[in-house]
């Protein structure tokens, strides 16, 4: 292969494949001088780390991808304010290294993984997932990342584990949000086992090819795309296997309002609004919700039988 640019021979290794014919095609269309200048603001993505080795996988959809800047500069991370642009603005303060995250509890193997070993506790694969927020708006995110259950399978959980928190960094000297009593902190959310093992559920490293940026939960985040987006807790620093459902943040903080479930479901409304219908960042008009925002065909098992509206 030709070596046209330091940066085309870092992504021809690491981006997956049709992310990388669609830069290829992109910079043949603009001729080389003007790709070289192109380059220099980074069409797609932002300028962060490259992460290595990552591979393309088939629970990726195939939807057009929210801009990276939308990504990273619309977001919640109430330890970094309130307003959509806060998290970009204030977390630069977050130190993503050192960084440890503790497995424990209810497991054969607890163990505090320091982050970098994390990042080679399963192959990296980027994962292009429907999010939809509580709020009404979604968006389409190339998640980099490995499945939950890797850690989870490791970590051995033992007979009385039947639910798993997970808990987010607590220092105010980072954090300028948590000096503001707005929710209950540290900010813990949790899942049932069983849905922490289904394969779709990951642990974040990285979007759109890149390092997590702070305010997206670096160094580590849950994502769970079936389920409201408050459920995907950010910059994880514990994960804990327990006998009873957890007392989450938002079921502390409203629990009318917040159920432990929080799976997307357009028939069940907020007290407060409805949950039929959603903004895709990026476009006019509003989209029909879809049930556990499309993901039904693969997790409708996990709740057979459960009465959605009681379990919400
Ligand atoms: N620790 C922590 N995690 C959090 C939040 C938060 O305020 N604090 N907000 C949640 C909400 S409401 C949403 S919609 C998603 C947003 O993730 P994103 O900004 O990466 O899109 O993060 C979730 N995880
Ligand atoms: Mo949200």
Not at 46 to 59: C, D, E, I
Not at 60 to 81: A, L, M, R
């Amino acid at each position: 292969m030709p070596i046209l640019h330091p940066n085309d021979i870092v992504s021809s290794e690491i981006t997956p494949p049709e992310i990388y014919r669609e830069r290829r095609r992109f910079m043949q269309g603009m001729g080389a001088l003007a790709a070289g200048a192109i380059l220099g603001v980074a069409p797609e993505a932002g300028a962060g780390v490259k992460l290595a080795g990552v591979r393309a996988s088939a629970y990726s959809i195939d939807e057009d991808k929210t801009p990276y800047k939308d990504v990273t500069t619309y977001n919640n991370f109430y330890e970094f304010g309130t307003g959509k642009g806060d998290p970009s603005e204030n977390a630069g303060s977050l130190k993503t290294r050192p960084w440890t995250v503790a497995v424990e509890g209810e497991v054969a193997n607890p163990k505090t993984y320091d982050i970098d070993a994390l990042l080679k506790l399963a192959p990296l694969e980027e994962r292009v997932y429907r999010m939809r927020c509580v709020e009404g708006w979604s968006m389409v995110i190339p998640w980099v990342g490995f499945p939950l259950k890797e850690l989870i399978r490791r970590a051995a959980p033992t007979g009385n584990a039947r639910y798993v928190e997970f808990v987010t960094l607590n220092d105010p000297e980072q954090m300028p949000g948590l000096r503001r009593r707005i929710l209950s902190w540290p900010y813990l959310e949790g899942l049932r086992l069983d849905e922490a093992m289904h394969p779709l559920a990951i642990l974040a490293v990285g979007l759109y090819g890149e390092v997590l940026p702070n305010q997206n939960g670096a160094p580590i985040r849950l994502v769970v795309p079936w389920k409201y987006g408050f459920k995907s807790a950010k910059s994880i620093v514990r994960i804990r296997f327990v006998e009873k459902p957890p007392l989450t943040t938002w079921m502390a903080a409203a629990p009318r309002e917040y159920g432990f479930y929080s799976n997307v479901n357009p028939e069940v409304d907020h007290p407060r609004w409805s949950q039929a219908r959603e903004r895709r960042i990026g476009e006019l008009s509003k989209r029909d919700t879809l049930m556990f925002n499309g993901y039904g065909a693969q997790v409708a098992q996990l709740y057979r039988g459960m009465d959605l509206q009681k379990f919400f």
